[in-house]
């Protein structure tokens, strides 16, 4: 494996690659990000991670300065997982200059985490594009656990015509069903124990649908105030559709439950799938 942390020499590298897959990571690796690195594998000759924590993503109150750095633990395992470059660019690197360039994002970035995390995907989008210019891979490949992250890419992606297939990889959940997060790792044992409740209620929600309830608004408020009484700040729970993640109509099929909500300073989001016959 090579570890590469300037554009140039990757790009000199990359150049006779027959295809090349990506998985962009903000490291702090663990099996769900493995998951991803295992389906770029298996799509291209040369398999790229990107292991880069973007500042232009989290507004300024957030968790940046503290967010997991774990760099040799993470070269470590993409080592022992088979991954033939990782990609660990400095600040100065991927921003030689302020990034006054940015785009102007469509309506699913509105909702949910866009209302909640102002500017988050415009960060993110900015350092997708710009990785995805920098790599030019023929497969990236995301992680479901981010759904609307997800959507918001596909739209990029589609919109720009950029010339990428965008691969989804399932959520991979620990035993209790907490989706694997880098942030789980602020959790201290007692909130540990606790963070597998919002799978549980979203869960909950698929159930009920999955049932027959289609009284979507009361589902999410019943859950939100378990979640509340449990000691959660809840930010959403909601039914939404799977495309637009607009509010769902009779005539929809393909719905998705989300979730965000704080356990004490630790913010957790989730989702799952439900295709109606
Ligand atoms: O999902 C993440 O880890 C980040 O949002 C991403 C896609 C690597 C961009 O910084």
Not at 46 to 55: D, K, L, W
Not at 173 to 183: P, T
Not at 234 to 255: G, K, W
Request: proline fraction near 5%; glycine fraction near 4%; include cysteine.
């Amino acid at each position: 494996m090579e570890i590469i942390t300037d554009i140039a020499p990757l790009r000199a590298r990359l150049r006779h690659e027959a295809s090349v897959a990506f998985v962009p990571t903000m490291g702090n690796l663990h099996a769900g990000h493995l998951s991803l690195v295992r389906i770029a594998q298996k799509h291209a000759s040369c398999s790229v991670v990107s292991i880069f924590v973007n500042r232009l993503q989290f507004a300024p109150h957030e968790d940046f300065d503290r967010y997991p750095r774990t760099w040799s633990d993470d070269c470590r395992l993409l080592e022992e997982q088979g991954a033939d470059i990782v990609f660990m660019p400095d600040e100065k690197t991927l921003y030689p200059v302020p990034q006054e360039f940015q785009l102007l994002l469509p309506p699913v970035a509105d909702t949910l985490e866009g209302a909640c995390r102002p500017g988050f995907f415009r960060g993110v989008t900015t350092v997708v594009l710009k990785l995805f210019n920098i790599v030019q891979p023929h497969v990236a490949v995301f992680g479901e656990k981010d759904y609307q992250q997800l959507q918001v890419v596909h739209r990029m992606v589609d919109q720009l015509n950029l010339p990428v297939e965008i691969i989804a990889g399932e959520t991979v959940r620990d035993e209790d069903g907490l989706a694997l997060s880098s942030r789980n790792n602020y959790l201290d044992a007692t909130q540990r124990q606790e963070a597998g409740e919002l799978a549980h209620h979203l869960k909950q929600i698929r159930d009920s649908i999955a049932s027959g309830e289609r009284d979507f608004p009361l589902l999410e408020q019943l859950v939100a105030e378990k979640l509340s009484k449990r000691g959660w700040v809840v930010d959403y729970v909601a039914v939404r559709q799977q495309h637009t993640l607009l509010p769902v109509a009779a005539s929809d099929s393909s719905l998705v439950i989300l979730g965000a909500a704080w356990l004490n300073q630790t913010r957790l989001i989730d989702n799952f799938l439900l295709t109606l016959p």
